[in-house]
């Protein structure tokens, strides 16, 4: 009996296993014997990417790859001539590319997320002309509580019978009424239009699980956040500032859904240079968003602040460098204001990089040459700080310039985001950066700008 009763079990298990899951599959009959690129998102705050899978087409272009999906995920198909199509796909979707007049087109022979969300765009559309024109211009709204009554009867009208696209259309027009209650309700009835957003922050993000890999998910997310940190009708507090605004976001008490609402607060501000209107320089608000992310206790959305910083943070000649503390001799701080010679040179090398040990050898030279002129300073990102000084120490370079340890992480790693080595930077007295030389060109620079 107990045996049966395993056997049943793993037929069970076997047929939920296969059951389940996507069927992404389609036709490109230009290109037989080709591939497909299928690429899904490794995250939907960045938009970053995650490795392409690829499927091969046969003689005819047909090609079929089952995949398994959690929730919904926003999908994307690229073949070799770089033609593409984003789709949406649930853990039940069977989606079907094809090829018309040159460009992919997404089909099912079933109702999908896809389907649906074509025909509620062209109800959507006719809605929004009763409080918006065709170019975009607020149009005043007598009674804005029966025009977002509208969004429940589309999505009674649109429910079907897959509980994967209902939970997707949902979020999907929840987004929809959150833009109507910020723009066109909020003039109307500010006092309604506050009990409505606060409304679908409990229904949809409060009270629900944190869909951080759901589109619609973070759409909602996203629109909520960009509501509570520009829009001062929906501000919690009315101090100001980007300090104010991350204060703000504590009102969501789920670690998750608070460092994610951050993580896009963050984005916000940066892809909007909103922390020039709050009289930020760059590397002010790079220093803001990095004290942020020491209070994240998640990893994940740690990182994303640090993809954020790097993206954002143009750092180049005319920037000012940043002034981090590192250990120097006998662990002493140090750090770039101890420094007031004219020009220094900043230096980050490994003991793992050739070329950066062959360069080493350089700079003593070029020390003595330029003497008070120039302070010549390298950074080390080996993994270990005792690697670092046992290499100077056997190559007497310890005691001909100074030397300090970053490490392989954190600290100039995530600042100026570097990446191949070495990596050399020569700033003025005002530790403003005047050029960033390869090895080749870094006699050059320095006969140009130091006289």
């Known amino acids: 009996m107990f045996q049966k009763l395993i056997k049943v079990i793993l037929l069970i298990s076997v047929c939920v296993h296969q059951c389940y899951g996507a069927t992404i599959s389609g036709t490109i009959a230009s290109l037989p014997d080709s591939y497909v690129t299928l690429t899904r998102y490794s995250d939907l705050a960045l938009f970053n990417k995650a490795a392409g899978i690829d499927i091969y087409t046969d003689s005819l272009g047909r090609f079929a790859y089952k995949l398994d999906v959690t929730g919904t995920e926003l999908l994307k198909i690229t073949n070799e001539k770089g033609e593409e199509v984003s789709f949406y796909c649930t853990d039940r979707s069977n989606c079907i590319i094809t090829e018309q007049k040159g460009q992919l087109i997404i089909g099912s022979n079933t109702p999908d997320i896809n389907t649906v969300l074509k025909s509620a765009g062209n109800d959507l559309a006719l809605w929004r002309k009763t409080f918006v024109t065709d170019k975009g211009v607020s149009i005043a709204v007598k009674h804005p509580a029966a025009v977002l009554e509208k969004i429940n009867s589309l999505k009674i009208k649109y429910r079907t019978n897959d509980s994967e696209v209902n939970t997707a259309l949902s979020y999907y027009f929840a987004g929809q009424a959150l833009a109507f209650i910020t723009t066109a309700y909020v003039r109307a009835d500010e006092a309604g239009a506050k009990k409505a957003f606060d409304t679908i922050q409990q229904d949809y993000l409060i009270n629900k699980q944190v869909k951080t890999n759901d589109p619609f998910y973070m759409q909602l997310l996203e629109a909520d956040v960009s509501a509570l940190i520009h829009n001062a009708n929906f501000e919690r507090s009315k101090a100001t500032g980007f300090g104010a605004r991350i204060k703000d976001l504590r009102y969501f008490k789920n670690d998750t859904l608070r460092e994610m609402a951050e993580v896009l607060a963050v984005k916000h501000y940066y892809t909007g240079k909103w922390y020039k209107n709050e ?67 900043v230096n980050f090398w490994s003991t793992r990089c050739g070329a950066c040990t062959d360069e080493l050898q350089d700079f003593a030279a070029l020390q003595e040459q330029y003497m008070d002129k120039l302070t010549i300073i390298c950074i080390s990102v080996d993994k270990d700080e005792d690697r670092m000084r046992e290499f100077l120490a056997t190559n007497k370079y310890d005691t001909k310039w100074l030397n300090v340890f970053n490490g392989d992480h954190g600290n100039y790693i995530d600042r100026l985001h570097l990446g191949i080595l070495p990596a050399t930077y020569l700033l003025d007295a005002g530790k403003r950066i005047i050029a960033m030389p390869d090895a080749q060109g870094l006699i050059k620079v320095l006969q140009n700008n130091i006289r």
Request: no cysteine; proline share 7%; charged share 15%.
């Open 279 to 345: 009289g930020m320089a760059i590397e002010q608000f790079d220093d803001s968003v990095l004290y942020v992310r020491s209070a994240a206790t998640l990893a994940a959305t740690r990182r994303l602040m640090q993809l954020l910083v790097v993206a954002n943070n143009q750092i180049g000649p005319g920037i000012k460098f940043p002034i981090l503390s590192l250990p120097a001799e006998e662990h002493r701080p140090f750090d770039l204001t101890q420094v007031h010679s004219p020009y220094t040179l």
